[in-house]
Antibody
């Protein structure tokens, strides 16, 4: 069974940093592109970033370019989101999500349960 | 900036049919596949439709998807109270080189 689990969220001050992790199991991790999607309180879904199965190709939404870095460690079945220069508007539930084989962004067939990130003083 | 537009809310009675629209441009929906998601309160989104009209595994045939030009539509027939949720379309924006979601539609089944 496919399982994705996020960790590393919490409360951080504006301008601070946080690293989210996504642990994957139940499938051959390096075969699949992955993404981070967030949802601010009471708002809709926002795609944040994505990367290819090998990790060599990455994509970002404009609002996080230069501040967030997506990466993966295929030997550990882990994906990461390094978030720097955090702003109040980055406050959201962050989901990791899997792109199915021959899929595309934002086609996601499996999602984690989500992790809360709060940027506030 | 890509803006994929959905109606903020819709309502219908149990047993009826509803369609949710998703409107974009040639840089997004017009030249890329569309996916649809259902999000029940407090849960992660669930894939309903991939590649414009393909039902995801385990999704009943009450749910259907279509695309024409720069617009896509999610149809739900035989509405049930359990269908009350937020629905999102998503696609790729070729100009932005980024994925985009519609703003979401809150479906109420009264």
């Amino acid at each position: 069974e496919v399982h994705l689990g996020e960790s590393g969220g919490g409360l951080v001050q504006p301008g601070g940093s946080l690293r989210l992790s996504c642990a994957a199991s139940g499938f051959t991790f390096n075969f699949y592109a992955m993404s981070w999607v967030r949802q601010a309180p009471g708002k809709g879904l926002e795609w944040v970033a994505g990367l290819s199965g090998g990790g060599g190709t990455t994509y970002y939404t404009d609002s996080v370019k230069g501040r967030f870095t997506i990466s993966r460690n295929n030997s550990r079945n882990m994906m990461y989101l390094q978030m720097d220069s955090l702003r109040a508007e980055d406050t959201a539930v962050y989901y990791c999500a899997r792109v199915p084989n021959a899929g595309f962004f934002p086609l996601f067939d499996s999602w984690g349960q989500g992790i809360v990130v709060t940027v506030s003083t | 900036q890509s803006v994929v537009t959905q109606p903020p809310s819709l309502s219908a009675a149990p047993g009826q049919k509803v369609t949710i629209s998703c409107s974009g441009t040639s840089s997004d929906i017009g030249n890329n596949y569309v996916a649809w998601y259902q999000q029940l309160p407090g849960t992660a989104p669930k894939l309903l439709i991939s590649e414009n009209n393909k039902r995801a595994s385990g999704i009943p045939d009450r749910f259907s998807g279509s695309k024409s030009g720069t617009s896509a539509t999610l149809g739900i027939t035989g509405l049930q109270t359990g269908d009350e949720a937020d629905y999102y379309c998503g696609t790729w924006d070729s100009n932005l080189r980024a994925a985009v979601f519609g703003g979401g539609t809150k479906l109420t089944v009264l």
